[in-house]
């Protein structure tokens, strides 16, 4: 075990997605010192890869692209300064005997906090390679898996794959941009989704139902470039190929077998991987918290509206872990601190900031 010296923060939060954002944000509420630490270099998690992506699971929001909302919570993040640690990879979380935790990082970092959460979601995200039948599909070129730069398809047939919601979003955005889209949206059922699939018809993209993408065919003159695809439609079986510039892939992304973070002691996990905690997000281990994707519990909403639920949950079950800590100092000082720095974004207020 680690021995190292008192905690200097109340709360590390390891993950910046939208659960690790947002319970940055609520822990300034509840006057708890956080630090956020993200691997990546960029904030954001799994909405760095759907920019484009309209997200309708917002309460008290219109509807807004990915890229809106992941500015804004950043932004909202940020409000109670939070010290926020990017491109840092938290190694091990270990708990010691007399009760706070040790977070150690693959640069050498160690951050002692009297709690933790994780909101690691899937991990360090990487989308799930394609598989077909012709080979290492990864070599190519025109082979995409994000639609960071929708202007780069203009003027361009490009074939849109994968998860139903995400390829609709993506084939709307492409749809005035490209000579022609083709879209190939994975089953499931949902009412906002299908009234989009229908109005896309409308606008001339081409939408095959219940079809898969069976393989891929090279360009003769250039091995690592996609000429055309092989698509298998209808309960007959029926294969179609057809010629493309570009393709565009939305599968889901690869998890880890086990949570992204190795810890002392062990946590209890669930036969999928996922971190089993209470109803509050506390895992097997005291102290130790989850939420977001990572996590498995009763009534878990698989939404990203849950996200912020869990991680709202998470924080005030660590506010009340931290005021039942007979080590904790008194609050009286952070509580005049959080309560100018609201006055503060609440009526513009200038007065002086009470240091910690």
């Given amino acids: 075990m680690v021995n190292v010296c008192s905690p200097q923060r109340d709360l590390v939060i390891v993950g910046g997605g939208p659960a690790g954002l947002f319970a940055a944000f609520y822990a300034g509420l509840r006057d708890i010192r956080a630090t956020l630490v993200e691997a990546e270099a960029q904030l954001g998690g799994k909405l760095r890869f759907y920019q484009e992506q309209v997200i309708w699971d917002l309460g008290g929001h219109l509807p807004a692209k990915g890229q809106d909302l992941l500015q804004q919570l950043v932004c909202q993040a940020q409000l109670f300064s939070p010290e926020i640690l990017p491109q840092c990879t938290v190694k091990r979380v270990s708990r010691c005997p007399a009760g706070h935790f040790v977070v150690e990082t693959q640069d050498h970092r160690t951050l002692v906090a009297r709690s933790v959460l994780l909101a690691t979601g899937s991990g360090l995200l990487r989308p799930r390679a394609l598989s077909l039948p012709s080979g290492d599909v990864e070599r190519a070129v025109n082979l995409h898996y994000t639609l960071s730069s929708p202007s780069r398809f203009r003027d361009r047939t490009v074939l849109v794959w994968g998860e139903r919601e995400t390829a609709v979003a993506w084939a709307h955005t492409l749809a005035p941009i490209c000579r022609r889209v083709v ?3 994975g089953r499931g059922a949902c009412a ?10 409308k606008r001339g993209v081409a939408v095959y139902e219940d079809a898969v993408l069976r393989d891929v065919i090279w360009n003769r003159t250039c091995s690592c470039r996609i000429e055309a695809v092989v698509i298998e439609r209808g309960q007959e079986s029926f294969r ?3 010629r493309i510039d570009d393709v565009l892939v939305c599968q889901e992304f690869a998890h ?3 949570p992204a973070v190795e810890t002392d002691p062990p946590l209890a996990v669930d036969p999928d991987g996922r971190m089993v905690v209470s109803t509050e997000g ?7 918290f989850a939420c977001g994707d990572a996590i498995d519990k009763p009534g878990k909403l698989p939404l990203l509206l849950g996200a912020f639920h869990d991680a709202a949950q998470s924080v005030n079950q660590i506010a009340t872990y931290l005021a039942a800590s ?31």
Avoid: F
């Avoid at 009234?195 to 896309?200: D, K, V, Y």
């Fill in 282 to 288: 506390e895992t097997s281990v005291p102290g130790l």
């Fill in 183 to 185: 879209l190939l949206p």
């Fill in 240 to 242: 179609d190929v057809l």
């Fill in 192 to 201: 906002h989704v299908d009234r989009g699939t229908a109005e896309l018809t």
């Fill in 326 to 356: 007979a080590k904790r100092p008194s609050r009286a000082p952070l509580r005049e601190a959080s309560a100018v720095r609201r006055a503060e974004w609440l009526w513009g207020a200038r007065s002086p900031r009470p240091s910690r």
């Fill in 256 to 258: 880890p077998d086990g």
